[in-house]
Nanobody
Framework: QVQLVESGGGLVQPGGSLRFSCAASGISFSAYVMSWYRQTPGKQREWVATITRGLSTNYADSVQGRFTISRHNTKKTVYLQMNSLKPEDTAVYYC?????????WGQGTQVTVSS
């Protein structure tokens, strides 16, 4: 059974930091391209960041320079370090794994940026 389990969400003040983790099981993690997406009520899910098998990274313009995606293949975990958080970063964040046409989503974790 494939599972992507996110952790690390919560409430943080503007300008603060959080780090997400997404632990995978049931997949050959190192073969997968891993990404983070986010979604706010009434809006489509938005891509945030991707890290490839070769450790190349890409970021949405809205988070470039503030967020860092990384992975640890032995631990089968992908991370999202979020710094300089803004209220507009408030969303449910989802972990996403893709290998060709095979795709899996995590259950999501809430981040609220508010004073």
């Amino acid at each position: 059974q494939v599972q992507l389990v996110e952790s690390g969400g919560g409430l943080v003040q503007p300008g603060g930091s959080l780090r997400f983790s997404c632990a995978a099981s049931g997949i050959s993690f190192s073969a997968y391209v891993m990404s983070w997406y986010r979604q706010t009520p009434g809006k489509q899910r938005e891509w945030v960041a991707t890290i490839t098998r070769g450790l190349s990274t890409n970021y949405a313009d809205s988070v470039q320079g503030r967020f860092t995606i990384s992975r640890h293949n032995t631990k089968k975990t992908v991370y999202l370090q979020m710094n300089s958080l803004k209220p507009e970063d408030t969303a449910v964040y989802y972990c996403y794994a893709q290998w060709g046409s095979t795709k899996y989503w995590g259950q999501g974790t809430q981040v609220t940026v508010s004073s």
